[in-house]
């Protein structure tokens, strides 16, 4: 069946400008997770949604950082202002279980250059 | 906090050596360990993971990984290894009250032909 999918698979934003990241998790699951892969800092935690209940934010790194979860499926992260330190890799990833005992399953990523 | 360390940068190992990746992790709790492999410009893909019961756990493409909770390791391991297996390797971490993984930094696995 189909992954997870994540778009654009690549952008070039500029200083100062705002972009957004789509991610459409596997069909039926519910749980939906938001990480950075970047040289300097590994792969960190941004944000994790779970069905209507409130997203764990703990991970977003500044208050430019936001995200959205429609329908309990499709999800946007947007981050506002870019600076050249958010350039990485934006991984999603979804699982068919909230629980601590399920694997996750990644997107490809999303590469984002702040030039 | 839950912390998850991966020593090596880089393990080199020949084709058809058996070969090892270590992972050592800090929580409170049961662990709930997981490996993950990353191949150029694609996303992160599952291998194995531990919940409970066996030690040895076994998991795709022939790796198998052994947890030790007295030295908190859960080092993973291929009896033969392949040129295609290089890619870099994660280990990671989720616990009671964190569903989210916490990552290693990451080994890059080279097998030589």
């Known amino acids: 069946g189909a992954g997870v999918s994540q778009s654009p698979s690549n952008k070039v934003t500029e200083k100062g400008k705002d972009v957004e990241l789509r991610c459409d998790p596997i069909?039926?699951?519910?749980?939906l997770y938001w990480y950075r892969q970047s040289l300097g800092q590994g792969l960190e935690f941004l944000i994790y949604?779970?069905?209507?209940?409130?997203?764990?934010k703990s991970g977003l790194p500044s208050d430019r950082f936001s995200a959205e979860r429609t329908g309990g499926s499709v999800s946007t992260l947007t981050i506002q202002r870019t600076q050249q330190e958010d350039s990485a890799v934006y991984l999603c990833?979804?699982?068919?279980?909230?629980?601590?005992?399920?694997?996750?399953?990644f997107g490809p990523g999303t590469r984002l250059t702040v030039t | 906090a839950q912390s998850v360390a991966q020593p090596e940068d880089q393990v080199n190992v020949a084709e058809g050596n058996p070969l090892t990746v270590k992972c050592t992790y800090s929580?409170?709790?049961?662990?709930?360990l997981f490996w993950y492999v990353q191949y150029p410009n694609r996303g992160l893909q599952f291998l194995l993971k531990?919940?409970?019961?066996?030690?040895l756990v076994k998991g795709s493409y022939g790796f198998e990984a052994e947890f030790n909770k007295s030295q908190t390791s859960f080092h993973l391991k291929k009896p033969s290894a392949l040129v295609s297996d290089s890619a870099l390797y994660f280990c990671?971490?989720?616990?009671?009250?964190?569903?989210?993984?916490?990552f290693g930094s990451g080994t890059r696995l080279q097998v030589q032909p």
């Open positions: 531990y919940i409970t019961g066996d030690n």
């Open positions: 990833a979804s699982s068919p279980d909230p629980t601590y005992t399920y694997e996750q399953y």
């Open positions: 069909s039926g699951h519910t749980a």
């Open positions: 990671a971490l989720s616990g009671t009250g964190r569903r989210a993984l916490t």
């Open positions: 949604f779970q069905g209507n209940s409130a997203p764990d």
């Open positions: 929580v409170s709790g049961n662990p709930y």
